[in-house]
């Protein structure tokens, strides 16, 4: 059983920056390709970011990039995400899942198997 925790989540304004961290306690961390995907209320989930197993590969959604930053830090099993120019639009819940891959990024949820609780993103503006 893999288990992912999220946090840094909360309630910031329009131009602020937040950082999500998403922990996998198990020993397979490292061989995995992790990505981030957020929904809002009445929309589908979309694809945020992904990054290889050894952090040398990354892809960002469309709406986001230039904005957001994945990174990994394999020693201590945790992907981050980080968030810059926050605007309402950004506000959701934001998930972090583990690929079935190590090296293959992709965007597409049915890819991963593992998957966080999520943490709420709320952007007031």
């Known amino acids: 059983q893999v288990l992912l925790v999220e946090s840094g989540g909360g309630l910031v304004q329009a131009g602020d920056s937040l950082r999500l961290s998403c922990l996998d306690p198990g020993r397979t961390f490292s061989s995995y390709t992790m990505g981030w995907f957020r929904q809002a209320p009445g929309k589908e989930r979309e694809f945020i970011a992904a990054?290889?197993?050894?952090?040398?590969?990354?892809n960002y959604g469309t709406s986001v990039k230039g904005r957001f930053t994945i990174s990994r830090d394999n020693a201590k099993n945790t992907v981050y995400l980080q968030m810059n120019s926050l605007t309402p639009e950004d506000t959701a819940v934001y998930y972090c899942a583990r690929s079935r891959y190590s090296a293959y990024i992709s965007g597409d949820a049915s890819e991963y198997n593992y998957w966080g609780q999520g943490t709420q993103v709320t952007v007031s503006s």
């Open positions: 990054i290889s197993f050894n952090g040398r590969n990354t």
